[in-house]
C-alpha cells in the first residue's frame, strides 16, 4: 500500500486494513493510518472556499463565533461569479460584503471579476486544489476536484464558517461505489454524455452520501497509451456527482492528472490510489461503446435518454458553459460544429467561457470569431444562466439545452421554462437545428 507523492516517488504506510482512495486521504487528514467506513471523525481540510451567494451567509456564521481571526488566510478562496458582474443592487451589496471580509481578515485568495472566472473552473487551472488533497466549499459542485484525485465536498454555509474559523472539519466516512467505464467513446460522446448516462441508470439517489470512484480503460486508457477521457471530460463528471446524491467522485491521479498538475500546483501534494482489496458497496461495469450523445429531460438529470430516442423537441435557447461545461475542450468542440454555420433564427445561443484564461485562448485562436460570426453571444465568465440568475433567464414555455448541470423546475428561470443537459456537441448542433439534435444531423 502506497502513497504516490507529487515527485512520483512512493511513501509506504504501515500495515492497515485496505483501503479505497477516499478513505485513504481522510485517513491521512486525522493524523491516523486508518478510517472505517461509518465513522465520525474530525478532518483537517486543505482548502475552503465559497462564492457571492454563499460567503455572506457563512461570512454573518463566522462573525457570530467571535474568532479574530481565519485559520489560514492562504487556506480560503472566495470568488464572486454567481451573480457576478454584478446584476442588480443587492447582488453588488453581497460582492461587496465578501470584498471587504476578504480585506478584513487579510485572505489572499480573493479573486475579483476579470481576474478568475467560474470557480470550480478557475480554482484548479490555478493550482489551488490539488492531489489528495481535503476541498470543501459552500457550493454543491465543489465535488468537481474529485478529477484531480481530492475529497473535495461541499457543505452547508455553517459548516464553511466553522472551517474558515478552525481549518477542520466533522463527516461521517463514505462509503464508496466502484464504476469501471470499459469500451470506446462514439464519435462527439465526452465527460458529459458518461455522467449522464450513468445517473441515468442508478438515479439522483443512487450514490447518496457514498464516494463514487471513477475507474476504467475508457477513462485512463490502455496501459502505455494516453488516457482515453481528458482532463475537461473528468472535470465535468466529477462535477455531477452531487446529482447522483454523491458525497465526493473521485478519479485516480495518473500521468494525464499529473500533466495538468505540472507548473500549476501551488503547494506539494501527495496522491493516494484505493488498495486493491479495498471494500465496495457495489460495483457496476459500464460498456461506452454503446452509449449515444445523451439528453436529459426536464426536470432531472437522471432524466437522460440517448440522442437517438428524443424525437424533435424545438428550442429557443442554447448555453454552452459553467463549471460543468465550460472549459477549453467544451469550447474547442462547439466550435468546430458551429464554424461556417449560422444559430438558427429562432434560437438564442450563448457561449460563456469558464475563466478569463480560457477565454483569453479562445480570442486567440479564432473561436470567439467562430461564434460571433455564428449568431452566438459570448459572455464573460459567470455561472449567469445556470441559476437562472442572469445572462439567459427563460422566460415562461420556452426551452432550453443546456450544457449546465441542473434542470429542475425553474432552474434556468420561469416555472414553466424547460431545461434539457446536454453535451456541448449536443448543444452547438441543437443551436443549428433549432431543435435537439446531434451533429450528423448536420
Request: aromatic residues 6%; proline residues 5%.
Amino acid at each position: 500500500m502506497g502513497i504516490v507523492s507529487a515527485k512520483g516517488g512512493i511513501a509506504q504506510l504501515s500495515k492497515m486494513i485496505p483501503m479505497t482512495m477516499a478513505q485513504k486521504i481522510l485517513a491521512a487528514h486525522t493524523g491516523r493510518d486508518s478510517v472505517a467506513v461509518g465513522e465520525l471523525i474530525d478532518v483537517n481540510v486543505d482548502l475552503v472556499l465559497a462564492n457571492d451567494i454563499t460567503a455572506p451567509i457563512a461570512m454573518k456564521e463566522f462573525e457570530r463565533l467571535g474568532v479574530d481571526r481565519v485559520f489560514d488566510p492562504q487556506r480560503i478562496a472566495l470568488l464572486p461569479d454567481h451573480f457576478a458582474p454584478n446584476k442588480d443592487i443587492k447582488s453588488a451589496e453581497q460582492c461587496k460584503a465578501m470584498r471587504e471580509f476578504a480585506r478584513k481578515y487579510g485572505i489572499v485568495n480573493y479573486f475579483e471579476v476579470g481576474r478568475a472566472g467560474i470557480e470550480h473552473a478557475f480554482l484548479p487551472e490555478a493550482g489551488l486544489v490539488l492531489p489528495g488533497e481535503v476541498i470543501v466549499g459552500a457550493d454543491s459542485h465543489t465535488c468537481t476536484y474529485g478529477a484531480l484525485g481530492a475529497f473535495a465536498t461541499g457543505m452547508g454555509s455553517t459548516d464553511i464558517a466553522v472551517a474558515m474559523a478552525t481549518g477542520r472539519i466533522w463527516m461521517r466516512v463514505p462509503e464508496t461505489m466502484k464504476l469501471v467505464y470499459r469500451g470506446s467513446l462514439r464519435p462527439w460522446v465526452g465527460g458529459k454524455d458518461l455522467i449522464l448516462y450513468t445517473i441515468g441508470r442508478i438515479g439522483v439517489g443512487g450514490a447518496r452520501y457514498r464516494a463514487m470512484e471513477f475507474a476504467g480503460p475508457a477513462i485512463y486508457g490502455q496501459e502505455g497509451e494516453r488516457a482515453g477521457l481528458g482532463m475537461d471530460g473528468r472535470f465535468t463528471m466529477a462535477n455531477m456527482a452531487i446529482e447522483a446524491g454523491a458525497k465526493a467522485g473521485l478519479f485516480t491521479v495518473d500521468a494525464e492528472t499529473k500533466k495538468y498538475v505540472s507548473g500549476r500546483a501551488q503547494r506539494p501534494y501527495k496522491a493516494y490510489a484505493s488498495d486493491e482489496k479495498a471494500e465496495y458497496i457495489e460495483t457496476i461495469e459500464i460498456d461506452v461503446s454503446s452509449i449515444e450523445p445523451q439528453v436529459a429531460f426536464p426536470h432531472l438529470p437522471s432524466n437522460a435518454r440517448p440522442l437517438s430516442q428524443v424525437g424533435r423537441i424545438d428550442i429557443d435557447q442554447v448555453v454552452i458553459g459553467s463549471c460543468t461545461n465550460g472549459r477549453w475542450d467544451d469550447l474547442a468542440q462547439a466550435a468546430e460544429i458551429l464554424r461556417g454555420r449560422r444559430v438558427h433564427p429562432n434560437v438564442r445561443c450563448i457561449v460563456i467561457p469558464g475563466t478569463q484564461n480560457i477565454g483569453l485562448r479562445a480570442v486567440r485562436e479564432g473561436l470567439v470569431e467562430v461564434f460571433i460570426e455564428a449568431g452566438a453571444v459570448v459572455s464573460t465568465p459567470t455561472c449567469g444562466p445556470c441559476l437562472g440568475g442572469h445572462m439567459g433567464v427563460l422566460a415562461a414555455g420556452e426551452r432550453c439545452v443546456s450544457t449546465t448541470n441542473r434542470n429542475f423546475v425553474g432552474r434556468m428561470g420561469h416555472a414553466q421554462s424547460e431545461v434539457y443537459l446536454a453535451g456541448p456537441a449536443v448543444a452547438a448542433a441543437s443551436a443549428v437545428l433549432g431543435f435537439i439534435g446531434g451533429p450528423d444531423q448536420l
